[in-house]
T-cell receptor, first 109, second 113 residues
Framework: EDQVTQSPEALRLQEGESSSLNCSYT??????LFWYRQDPGKGPEFLFT???AGEEKEKERLKATLTKKESFLHITAPKPEDSATYLC??????????FGTGTRLQVFP | DARVTQTPRHKVTEMGQEVTMRCQPI?????VFWYRQTMMQGLELLAY????????DSGMPKDRFSAEMPDATLATLKIQPSEPRDSAVYFC???????????FGPGTRLTVL
């Protein structure tokens, strides 16, 4: 069964304190791994798609990496506006995405 | 700025009542998904359609939930009768024919008393 596990569930960082979020997955035939950001009261917003092990993508202070079993979302020198829930999802042979339960990130000034 | 729209944004109802949630996918997107989000379970896929035909509704309680696409611009999710355990945020998302990722709507927050 396709499964996604995210850790930690919650993360509190001081502004400027870099860290990483983990997404481990089991899926039969990975087509893509997705990272989304969700702010309170809003729908998830797309950040990255990774397709193969070794791939990396960056956007501002965020960098996503992928191995055969997990993905990391690295946050470098975070700011309070980076506070949100970060969701990881995998796509197998169909179009549907299977989501993890997310990591709630809080960045304090 | 193309976006997925959902109505209503909030719904409070009493147990046993019928609830209908509506979604307008991005124009030209042919695949529509319904997800439910709770604190405990996170985002769960309920059903999805391609070209208005249901492809997978295995995540949906069949006895009380139904999902349809009357036309390419409207998707509906109905709960009848509603129960307190249905309280959650329901998201619609759409994907284009050559799309790489899902676009999510703002969600409908449902509270069943």
């Amino acid at each position: 069964e396709d499964q996604v596990t995210q850790s930690p569930e919650a993360l509190r960082l001081q502004e400027g304190e870099s860290s990483s979020l983990n997404c481990s997955y089991t899926v039969s035939g990975l087509r893509g791994l997705f990272w989304y950001r969700q702010d309170p009261g809003k729908g998830p917003e797309f950040l990255f798609t990774l397709y193969s092990a070794g791939e990396e993508k960056e956007k501002e202070r965020l960098k996503a990496t992928l191995t055969k079993k997990e993905s990391f979302l690295h946050i470098t020198a975070p700011k309070p506006e980076d506070s949100a829930t970060y969701l990881c999802a995998v796509q197998a042979m169909t179009d549907k995405l299977i989501f993890g339960t997310g990591t709630r990130l809080q960045v304090f000034p | 700025d193309a976006r997925v729209t959902q109505t209503p944004r909030h719904k409070v109802t009493e147990m046993g009542q019928e609830v209908t949630m509506r979604c307008q996918p991005i124009l030209g997107h042919n695949t529509v998904f319904w997800y439910r989000q709770t604190m405990m379970q996170g985002l769960e896929l309920l059903a999805y359609f391609r070209n208005r035909a249901p492809l997978d509704d295995s995540g949906m309680p069949k006895d009380r939930f139904s999902a349809e696409m009357p036309d390419a611009t409207l998707a509906t999710l109905k709960i009848q009768p509603s129960e307190p355990r249905d309280s959650a945020v329901y998201f619609c998302a759409s994907l284009g024919t050559s799309g790489a990722y899902l676009f999510f709507g703002p969600g409908t927050r449902l509270t069943v008393l």
